[in-house]
Nanobody, 122 residues
């Protein structure tokens, strides 16, 4: 079992930045690839970014590349999502997830956090 707790969400003006954190506990963090997803009201869960358990391979949703940066600190059992140049359409609940494989779909991840709300005002 892996427990994930996100933090760092909030209200920000368009063009601003936020840094989300996801702290893991339970099984060995470095054994898991990590992903960030988001879900806006009335929409499905959307892939944002993923990072291999080694931290050497990273993948972003094409529409977000250049604005968002995923990173991990295995010593702290934490994964981060730095979000810059935020837009109102980035408003969503952001979830981190852990899984044995490095993937872009929710079904590839076994463990999920409770989510953190990000709201971007225009």
């Amino acid at each position: 079992q892996v427990w994930l707790v996100e933090s760092g969400g909030g209200l920000v003006q368009a063009g601003g930045s936020l840094r989300l954190s996801c702290a893991a506990s339970g099984r060995t963090f470095s054994n898991y690839s990590m992903g960030w997803f988001r879900q806006a009201p009335g929409k499905g869960r959307e892939f944002v970014a993923a990072i291999h358990r080694s931290g050497t391979t990273i993948y972003y949703a094409a529409s977000l590349k250049g604005r968002f940066t995923i990173s991990r600190d295995n010593a702290k059992s934490t994964v981060y999502l730095q979000m810059n140049g935020l837009k109102p359409e980035d408003t969503a609940v952001y979830y981190c997830a852990a899984g044995p494989v490095y993937g872009t779909t929710p079904t590839e991840y076994n463990y999920w956090g409770q989510g953190t709300q990000v709201t971007v005002s225009s």
